[in-house]
Each structure stands twice: as structure tokens, then as C-alpha cells.
């Protein structure tokens, strides 16, 4: 299946510094949103309180959503157990007054929902430690995965300065969607921990299918320079890339559109890393393999930041040498 009906020659690698500037641009604007506005920690992170409560009459979500919104704890997080009439409500308690503001939100609350009285079933306090226990602990999930890549990739095409253009477009990417998440105050919790996760995985695929693709073109013409190889490379790819990322943007984006507040942040997201992703593999991962490889001289690198052109279908035999001779028994099969 191809997205192109025509082979695509644009040259990325004569586009590269403009690519770079941008992202420059993105992961600088990220790091002064996360330094100035921070991340806005959910109650894992920062400890809270956590209440189970069962009205007596049947409610919704968007009812029990409406009523804590209207008592001025909009940001409190809201679950409802499959099959009853439970739910579950995060709300952002500190020190030691979080036993009286946990009972003033349940009056409150109480008073909000009017005829429909609710029974506490059960309530449970998050402290800072294990705040910090969960915070460190994610930051840890997030290390250990990306330097989990790096190594893949290193050991996959046996070369570190491969597998550092991938760490690159990896935190690329994961910078920029923590800055997103900052700028727009989203509640950072596990579920956006994942979503980081999985864009990391997501983006080192696509990454890997253009390495693998550089890789092989790489051994079969040692000496066209690099930049045609890598160009021809990333356009050969392109429609799979295209493909692909419209098929995982299409589902997230419907995840965004109707898949509720629960994962309305995750699927923004993954909505916004998916281009992202796809952006960083191409314009990122591949360009920094050519730099160093003609910074270090390890290929030719005239005329790839020009026009891309064609590679050659089959190394030309060279003139005046004559033809391979046929075997002894294949001559004599034939005369006879």
C-alpha cells in the first residue's frame, strides 16, 4: 500500500538546519514552561486524599462531575466502578487539615447533590513520602526505558552514534510533550507518565524502520554519498511513515473527542505525539547520523545536501573488462 503514487526525491538532509531550528525552538520554549509554570502534579505525586462514596439514588458521571465542579473542586480527579453506583474521588489534600477539608468537600458536596444523599464507604489518605516514592519511581521508569533504546539501537545496527540519534529524538519528544502539558496546567499523573512512555516506543519504531532502511542501503552503495543514501532512504519509507501515523492519530484523536476526562489527557497527548513522533524520526534521528557521519569522515558527503537523486539500480561493469567466462560443462552443454 502506498500513499504516493510517485516516488517522493525531497532532500531532508539540505532541509536539516531548518529542522533543527525548530525543534531547537520547541524543546526551549518546553524547558521555560516547565522552569516558570512547572507541572501540575496530581496526588500521587504530591499526596491527597482519596474517598469512595455511593449515593442512594442512581447517578452519572457527569452528574457527580457537575456537583463537585459546582462546590469549586473542579480539578478533583473522578472514577465510577464498573457495574454499581460507586464512585471513586481524588481531591488534593495538605498537612494535617486534610481530615477537616476532606469533610468539608463531603458536606459540601452532600449539599450540592440535594436529595440524593450519598454513604461514605471508605477514605484513604496519600502522604507526601509516598508522593515522593511514586515520583521517583516514574522518574526512574522513564530513564531506564530510554536508556533501554539506546542500548537496543546501539546493539541493533552496531553503532552507538546510531543509537544516540535515536536518545535524541526521544527526549526531543518527550521534552516538548511535558511542555505541552505544563502549558495547558494538565493534571500530571501516572496515566500521563504512560502516555510519555508510549510515545517514546512509538517514536523509536518509526526510527528504527528508517535505520533499518539506511542500513541496507548503506551496504549495497558504499560509495554514493551519504546524503543521497539517507535521503533515499527517508523518502522510500515515507508512505509507510504517513500511513502509520495517520492510523495511530485517527484513533487517539477519536479517544480525545468522545473518550471522557479519564484519558482526555493521554489521548491529547498521544493526538499531538503521534506528528510529533513521526517529525523527530525524520527530521531529527537521520540528519544527526549524517552529521556526525561527515563530521567524523566516515562517508562522502558531496552532493547530498543538493538535489536528491536516484541511486543506481546495480553497480556498472567496468569498461573494457571483459564478460565473466560460463563454466567448462555449461560451454559444452551449450555446443552440443
Known amino acids: 500500500m502506498e500513499f504516493f503514487h510517485q516516488k517522493t526525491h525531497i532532500d531532508f538532509i539540505g532541509m536539516r538546519y531548518r529542522c533543527f531550528a525548530f525543534s531547537g525552538v520547541l524543546v526551549l520554549a518546553s524547558i521555560a514552561c516547565l522552569a516558570v509554570r512547572g507541572l501540575n502534579y496530581g496526588i500521587e505525586f504530591t499526596g491527597g ?48 487539615g486534610s481530615a477537616q477539608a476532606m469533610d468539608k468537600f463531603l458536606a459540601d458536596l452532600q ?23 511514586l515520583f521517583r519511581q516514574a522518574i526512574f521508569a522513564v530513564i531506564f526505558s530510554l536508556l533501554g533504546i539506546v542500548v537496543y539501537v546501539a546493539f541493533r545496527f552496531s553503532n552507538l ?17 511535558m511542555g505541552l502539558y505544563s502549558f495547558l496546567r494538565s493534571e500530571f499523573n501516572l496515566v500521563l507518565v504512560a502516555a510519555l512512555l508510549t510515545l517514546a516506543g512509538y517514536s523509536i519504531n518509526d526510527t528504527i524502520v ?38 495511530v492519530f485517527i484513533a487517539v484523536f477519536v479517544l480525545y473527542l468522545i473518550g471522557g476526562p479519564v484519558i482526555h489527557d493521554f489521548a491529547m497527548g ?35 545536501a543538493a538535489t536528491p537523486t536516484s541511486l543506481p539500480a546495480a553497480p556498472a561493469q567496468p569498461q573494457g573488462e571483459k564478460p565473466a567466462q560460463l563454466p567448462r560443462h555449461e560451454r559444452r552443454r551449450r555446443k552440443g
Open 49 to 96: 486524599s482519596v474517598v469512595q462514596i455511593t449515593p442512594e439514588k442512581p447517578a452519572t458521571l457527569e452528574d457527580m462531575r457537575k456537583a463537585i465542579g459546582r462546590i469549586g473542586h473542579g480539578e478533583a480527579g473522578l472514577q465510577q466502578f464498573t457495574g454499581s453506583n460507586t464512585f471513586s474521588i481524588r481531591l488534593k489534600t495538605e498537612g494535617e
Open 111 to 133: 449539599e450540592a447533590l440535594a436529595d440524593n444523599k450519598f454513604r461514605v464507604e471508605s477514605k484513604d489518605y496519600v502522604g507526601p513520602m509516598v508522593g515522593k516514592h
Open 161 to 177: 552514534v546510531w543509537g544516540l540519534g535515536g536518545i535524541l529524538s526521544l527526549s526531543h519528544d518527550v521534552i516538548v510533550l
Open 210 to 247: 528508517i535505520f533499518d532502511r539506511m542500513r541496507e542501503k548503506m551496504r549495497l552503495f558504499r560509495k554514493e554519498p551519504i546524503g543521497n543514501v539517507i535521503n533515499q532512504s527517508i523518502n522510500e519509507t515515507l508512505s509507510r511513515t504517513i500511513i502509520t501515523v495517520l492510523t
Open 270 to 304: 498521544m493526538t499531538f505525539g503521534a506528528v510529533l513522533g513521526t517529525f523527530s524520526s525524520i527530521a531529527i534521528a537521520a540528519p544527526v547520523v549524517y552529521q556526525f557521519e561527515v563530521g567524523h569522515g566516515g562517508r562522502a558527503a558531496e552532493g547530498s
